[in-house]
Structure formats: C-alpha cells, structure tokens
C-alpha cells in the first residue's frame, strides 16, 4: 500500500466522523428552515469551508514538527504517540457529552439554534468559522493531520488526501445548502424530516461515532510505535 493510500484509509473514517457531527448539521437544517435561508446560508456554508480548510492546513503544518527518522526516535514512533493521546481525548470528548446529557430527553431542538432567525450574512460566515474551533471539530482534524504526517506523503499527495478530507467533511453542510437552492420546495420536507430525526438521535450517533474513531486512532497509534 502507497503512502497516500495508507493516509486515506485512515483519514477517510475520520472525515466521516466530522461529517456526522451533529451541530454543524442541525444549524444547516436551522437556517435552510428558516425565513434567512436565502442571505444565511451560503455565508455560513462559505464560513464552514474557509474554517475546515485553515484548521486542517494550520494542523497539518504543524505535525510536521515531530521528529522525523534520524532524530533518536523511529520515523513514527512521535505521531504514534500522539495519535494515542488524541484518541484517549476524542473517547473522553464523547464520555464527557454522554455525561452532561443523561437524563435529557427532549424532541425539541436545541433552544439556541433559534438565534438562527435573527443572524446576518457577516454573523453566519462568522458561526460557520467559530463551528471548526469546537473540541470535537479540532481534536478529529488533528488526529487527520497525524495520519497524513505518519503517511511520509510528498506535497502533492498531501494536498489530495486534505481535498478528500474536506470534502467529505464538509459534505453534510454542503450537500443540504446546495441542494435547497437549486430546488427549495422539493427539499423543504426532507429537510425538516432530516431536523426531527438528528434532534432525536444525533447524541447517540454522536457520541457512538467518537468512540468508534477515538479507538481506531488509538489502535492506530499502537501500530506505529
């Protein structure tokens, strides 16, 4: 298996993770239902993409920073390292959220998410940019990063594995916008369908996936020391 096959088969999973996360998706449903969709939703989705982008290019600059062959250790015995420690903190993410949560039961969406009504386009890029900063969001972009560091990719090859990351990481955001655009009223009920199912189940989803991904990149880890 060549280094760019390698990193996508572990970057792929975690693209998938950030792209079932729930609150970017919830807030993407909120606007398209909302009387803002036509002056919210492409800045939020512009602000979505700028923000996943400098997060993932800014993470994967600065993996290149751990010591490489030749530096007293093996080639990727540090990304190994940190690859454990990013999952043991991606599972504690998800323990954390399972915590705070229980004994919630609510059909009703999050009452913050009706804010959404009273957003202006420069407020929406902004939501779209501050949404990457989340711990979830930042500790699964780094552990992408850590593959594509433990990969030994040449700069082409990086640039092809971060293109498939953001666009399947994006794609839950982008599809919806979108979508609704090109055909509002056929999307309206499915959109409002796809609200009602992710405020019901999006915890469990949520916290099922983190620890799903918290203990591949753990194992992964393991692989490299």
Do not use: Y
Not at 86 to 106: N, Q, Y
Not at 113 to 136: D, H, I, T, Y
Not at 168 to 179: D, K, M, R
């Amino acid at each position: 298996m060549n280094g760019a096959a390698e990193a996508l088969v572990h970057v792929v999973p975690i693209a998938i993770a950030v792209a079932a996360s729930s609150v970017p998706i919830l807030v993407t449903l909120t606007i398209l239902l909302s009387p803002n969709a036509d002056r919210l939703s492409v800045p939020f989705l512009a602000g979505w993409l700028i923000g996943m982008t400098a997060l993932v290019i800014g993470c994967t600059t600065l993996a290149e920073a751990l010591p490489r062959e030749g530096s007293g250790r093996k080639p990727n015995e540090a990304v190994g390292i940190a690859e454990i420690v990013v999952g043991v903190l991606i599972i504690a993410v998800a323990a954390i959220g399972r915590l705070r949560k229980r004994g919630v039961v609510s059909d009703e969406p999050p009452r913050w998410l009706a804010s959404m009504n009273r957003l202006g386009p420069w407020e929406g890029f902004a939501l779209g940019l501050v949404l990457n900063l989340r711990p979830k969001s930042l500790l699964l972009v780094v552990a992408a990063a850590l593959s594509v560091r433990g990969a030994e990719l040449s700069a082409g090859q990086t640039a092809v594995v971060l293109v498939v990351f953001i666009v399947i990481g994006a794609s839950t955001v982008a599809v919806p916008i979108i979508a609704a655009r090109v055909s509002p009223a056929r999307t309206a009920p499915k959109l409002t369908a796809m609200r009602e199912w992710m405020t019901r189940h999006s915890r469990t989803v949520t916290g099922l996936i983190l620890l799903v991904i918290g203990v591949f990149v753990i194992v992964t880890g393991i692989g490299r020391l």
